[in-house]
C-alpha cells in the first residue's frame, strides 16, 4: 500500500501532512469516494484531492486501450522458448511471453528450478540478458554448464563463459531484501544506457520467502505480498521482460495446492503445474492463462541437461 506522505505531490507541506492524516494511503483516498469532497467547496482541499487524482491517473490506474490495440500487442509480442519442445509447442504455443509473470509450482523435485536455470540458459545462449535471483541456494554453474552444452547441441562458438557473462545472479533471504533489490533493479534498469535489454528476470523461490511472511504474528504479511506481485508485474510490462518466479505446494497428497493462497492467485498472468509421474517422467499442466484456455497438460523428462521432451501423449 502506498503512503501518501511518501508521493512527491505538487502540494505544499501543509497540505500534503493534512492529506496524508485524512486518508494515510491512496487506497484509503480512493475507497473513500474522493469525488464526494470535491464538491465541499473548500478550494484547498479541493487542489490538495485534484493532485492526488492526477497522480493516480497517471502512475497508479491502468492505461485505457481498445480491443483491437490489445490484440495488436498480443500478436507482436515476443515469445521466449524453454528449450523443451514438448512446453513451447504442446502448452505455451512458442514460449513464455514478454510482458508477462509467468509462475511455475510444484512439489519438491518436480523440475521448477530446472525450468528457471534452464530458460536462463536458452536466453543468455542467445546473447540476451538475465536477471537470476536466487532466494535457497539453488542455482548451480554445474548445472548451467550442462543445460548450456545440450542447448547449444555440439555448436563450437557458443561459448559458456560468454553466456554466464549475460546472467546477473543476486541472492537474497528476506522478503524486505527481495523488496528493496527489485526496486533499485528498477531504478537501474529505467536508466540503462547499455543497449543491452534484459529479457528474462527469474526469482527461485518467491514463496521461500514470502510463505513465512504469512502466519498470524506478520500482521503486514499479505499486504507485503500483494506489493511484491505487483512491482513483479509492473517490471515485467515496462521494460517487456519475461519475469519467471516459483511456488511450493503445500497440503496432504490429496489436497496439494500452491502455498501463496487465494490471495496470491491473480497475480501472475500464467501459472504451470509440474507433478512428478515417475524417477524423471515430469508433467505440466496449464492451470491459470490470461490469453488461453486452461487445463491442458504435456509431459517431459528431467536429465543432467534439463528438461527433454517425451514420447508420452498430451492429455487435457
Known amino acids: 500500500m502506498q503512503r501518501i506522505s511518501d508521493i512527491p505531490l505538487q502540494l505544499d507541506e501543509l497540505q500534503q501532512a493534512e492529506l496524508a ?3 494515510q494511503t491512496v487506497e484509503g483516498f480512493l475507497r473513500s469516494r474522493p ?18 487524482l492526477e497522480y493516480v491517473r497517471c502512475n497508479v490506474a491502468p ?6 490495440a490489445l490484440l495488436a500487442t498480443l500478436r507482436s ?11 513451447d509447442k504442446g502448452l505455451l504455443k512458442g514460449g513464455l ?33 538475465v536477471i537470476y535471483i536466487d532466494t535457497d541456494g539453488s542455482f548451480s554453474g554445474r548445472r548451467f554448464a550442462a543445460m548450456h552444452e545440450r542447448l547449444a547441441g555440439g555448436n563450437t562458438g557458443a561459448d559458456l563463459v560468454a553466456a554466464l557473462r549475460c546472467v546477473d545472479l543476486f541472492r537474497v533471504y528476506d522478503l524486505h531484501s527481495l523488496l528493496e533489490l527489485l ?23 518467491l514463496s521461500f520467502l514470502v510463505a513465512p511472511m504469512l502466519s498470524s504474528a506478520e500482521v503486514n504479511g499479505h499486504a507485503l505480498m500483494v506489493c511484491l506481485g505487483r512491482l513483479v508485474k509492473q517490471i515485467a510490462q515496462r521494460f517487456s521482460l519475461v519475469a519467471l518466479t ?23 498472468h500464467l501459472r504451470l503445474l509440474l507433478t512428478c509421474k515417475g524417477p524423471t517422467l515430469r508433467r505440466a499442466t ?11 497438460s504435456v509431459f517431459f523428462d528431467l536429465c543432467v541437461g534439463g528438461l527433454v521432451s517425451t514420447g508420452a501423449p498430451a492429455v487435457g
Not at 35 to 52: C, W
Open 21 to 23: 492524516r485524512e486518508f
Open 35 to 52: 469525488r464526494r469532497h470535491l464538491s465541499s467547496g473548500q478550494s484547498g482541499k479541493e487542489e490538495a484531492y485534484a493532485s492526488l
Open 63 to 68: 492505461a485505457v486501450c481498445s480491443g483491437a
Open 77 to 87: 509480442t515476443r515469445l521466449l522458448p524453454t528449450g523443451c519442445e514438448s512446453l
Open 97 to 129: 511471453r514478454e510482458g508477462h509473470h509467468t509462475e511455475v509450482a510444484g512439489e519438491s523435485g518436480s523440475g521448477k528450478t530446472q525450468l528457471c536455470m534452464q530458460m536462463a540458459a536458452q536466453t543468455a545462449l542467445r546473447g540476451e540478458r
Open 183 to 205: 526496486s533499485a533493479l528498477q531504478a537501474r534498469l529505467k536508466d540503462d544506457q547499455s543497449g543491452q535489454l534484459v529479457a528474462l528476470l527469474v526469482i527461485d523461490s
Open 246 to 268: 516459483t511456488n511450493h505446494f503445500v497440503g496432504g497428497y490429496e489436497d496439494l495446492r500452491p502455498a501463496l493462497g487465494e490471495t496470491w492467485k491473480a497475480q501472475a
Open 286 to 296: 496449464l492451470a491459470a492463462c490470461s490469453i488461453a484456455p486452461c487445463g491442458g
